[in-house]
């Protein structure tokens, strides 16, 4: 979906329309499914969310959400015959584990270099001046995309195509911990016509980890700068004036230092 800031725009300009393909294509290649199953000769189904891959002067950094990673050790100690794959390469979380925050519900682990042409993942390059990223405010462009855990299509025994959900969107609300943008159809064109609108409430399961990159012009060109994390999509319960629009909640990603640990807020003292 593609979101405008004030009054509804009725067409895009043949150069937006470009960029916007363009952005969308990438995205697609930087947001990857992470999942986990007890194989399919064990009758096992896949299930997860989403990630993505940050590259730092020393290392590369897998991003999820905190649940996501919580979830996904549940499952494994459930089931020692669990199997976790970052797209099509085999991952050990577990094993890899950089830093976690369950307040910020962030989680790191490191990707072997060898392992990227079986994850096929675009990697954002954080190194040198590219970290910390920009500054987030209200109005500005974003673009956010997830691998839906309820929409998979089994092809082949050992085959799931898993569909993807993306949006071009607006910071409506900014803090220092958090970004959340409004989905209101009447207010979005469609970023392919022969793809419909998604409804109210629809359920965003399994893009929680996707990321949320910033847009935005710097020296006459447009470019994109990782910024944050989705952790939080509508889940179709709103009611009474909040029944007209759905609420996506972006964790920022600031936090992070280039080696992959997690700076906590200091929320200071708390009264006894």
């Known amino acids: ?12 300009t043949a150069e937006a329309r470009q960029a916007a393909n363009a952005l969308s294509e990438h995205t697609l290649r930087v947001a990857r499914p992470l999942f986990w199953h007890i194989g399919m000769r064990n009758g096992g189904v896949p299930k997860g969310a989403s990630a993505f891959i940050l590259r730092f002067e020393q ?28 797209a099509a390469g085999q991952v050990r ?3 890899s584990v950089i830093a976690r925050s369950a307040k910020l519900d962030i989680a790191t682990f490191e990707i072997d270099p ?12 954080c190194r040198g001046s590219a970290w910390p990223p920009p500054n987030v405010e209200e109005g500005y462009t974003l673009t956010l995309t997830g691998i839906l855990d309820k929409q998979r299509n089994k092809i082949a ?9 993306g949006a071009h969107g607006i910071a409506d609300a ?28 629809f359920n965003m399961s399994g893009c929680s980890g996707g990321p949320a990159l910033l847009v935005k012009p710097v020296n006459g060109l447009l470019r994109w700068f990782p910024v944050g994390l989705i952790y939080k999509g509508p889940d ?7 029944a007209s629009f759905d ?7 600031h936090f992070l230092d280039t080696d992959g640990t997690i700076n906590e807020p200091d929320i200071g003292w708390l009264p006894s």
């Open 174 to 201: 900014v803090s220092d911990r958090d970004i959340m943008t409004i989905y209101e159809p009447e207010r979005v064109l469609h970023a392919r016509f022969d793809v419909p609108k998604p409804p109210l409430g």
């Open 157 to 165: 025994p050992n085959h799931y195509a898993m569909e993807a959900w």
């Open 114 to 125: 060898r392992q990227l042409d079986a994850i096929r993942a675009d990697t954002i390059d």
């Open 59 to 86: 290392r590369l950094v897998a991003v999820t959400a905190d649940h996501v990673f919580e979830q996904y050790l549940a499952d494994l100690q459930a089931d020692d015959r669990t199997v976790c794959q970052l």
């Open 236 to 242: 179709g319960k709103a009611e009474g004036e909040f």
């Open 247 to 253: 609420r996506i909640h972006v964790r920022r990603i």
């Open 1 to 12: 979906m593609l979101r405008m800031t004030s009054q509804p725009i009725r067409k895009l």
């Open 93 to 95: 979380p577990q094993d």
